[in-house]
């Protein structure tokens, strides 16, 4: 089983939606949970960190329920500047994060 | 931008060759994270030096060895390259050692083995 999972996409929204999407993690002993955004060919740019109790960020909510080990991100009112993969990211041990394969999200005109 | 700074941009080189990728840390973080992202993956990590020591390594062979300087700055050497070892290789700096994981990534070195 892949440390972290999530779902490819794509996710097709209009400009204005609300979006959102999961992953799921294996080890239940991470502690620490992140939301990277990468554009097409660029560097990932850390988007947000999850907290247990969840978190907002302007228009991004993050979620965490560790009972049954998932992450998510929800992106409210889409901007086309939304348009990117969206990578979720999970602690492993003391230094190593893993992350997954990245849902993709195109917001569309 | 971040401040972590990469060379060089792009790379061609031949299978069996060696390469060395630098990487410069954003200003006050001590610790330096390398990964590897094929196309329509996630970075997979190789290793993360803190202190100029190795402090942990993923499923990678040997061949990908690294170095960090006493300014924090890094290296990634690989090795004998292989076809499969074309991909975009991140380094990403953390500040406060190893227990920080935000991690912070440079724009990357997009390698091509032929």
């Known amino acids: 089983r892949k440390e972290v999972e999530q779902d490819p996409g794509p996710f097709n929204v209009p400009e204005g939606a609300t979006v959102a999407f999961n992953c799921t993690y294996s080890n239940s002993a991470s502690q620490s949970f992140f939301w990277y955004r990468q554009d097409c060919r660029k560097e990932p740019k850390l988007l947000m960190s999850?907290?247990?109790s969840g978190n907002e960020d302007g228009r991004f909510t993050a979620q965490l329920n560790r009972a049954s080990q998932y992450i998510s991100l929800l992106i409210r009112d889409s901007k086309l500047s939304d348009s990117a993969t969206y990578l979720c990211?999970?602690?492993?041990?003391?230094?190593?994060?893993?992350f997954g394969a990245g849902t993709t999200v195109t917001v569309r005109a | 931008e971040t401040g972590v700074t990469q060379s060089p941009t792009h790379l061609i080189k031949t299978r069996g060759q060696q390469v060395t990728l630098r990487c410069s840390s954003q200003?006050?973080?001590?610790?330096v994270s390398w990964y590897q992202q094929a196309l329509g993956q996630g970075p997979q990590f190789i290793f993360q030096?803190?202190?100029?020591?190795?402090?942990g390594r993923g499923n990678f062979p040997p061949r990908f060895s690294g170095l960090q300087f006493p300014n924090y700055s890094s290296e990634l050497n690989v090795n004998a390259l292989e076809l499969d070892d074309s991909a975009l290789y991140l380094c990403?700096?953390?500040?406060?050692?190893?227990?920080?994981?935000?991690?912070?990534f440079g724009p990357g070195t997009r390698l091509t083995v032929t």
């Open positions: 200003s006050g973080h001590n610790t």
């Open positions: 030096y803190y202190r100029e020591e190795e402090n």
């Open positions: 990403a700096s953390s500040a406060t050692g190893p227990g920080t994981y935000e991690q912070y």
């Open positions: 990211v999970v602690n492993i041990g003391d230094y190593k994060l893993s």
């Open positions: 999850v907290y247990s």
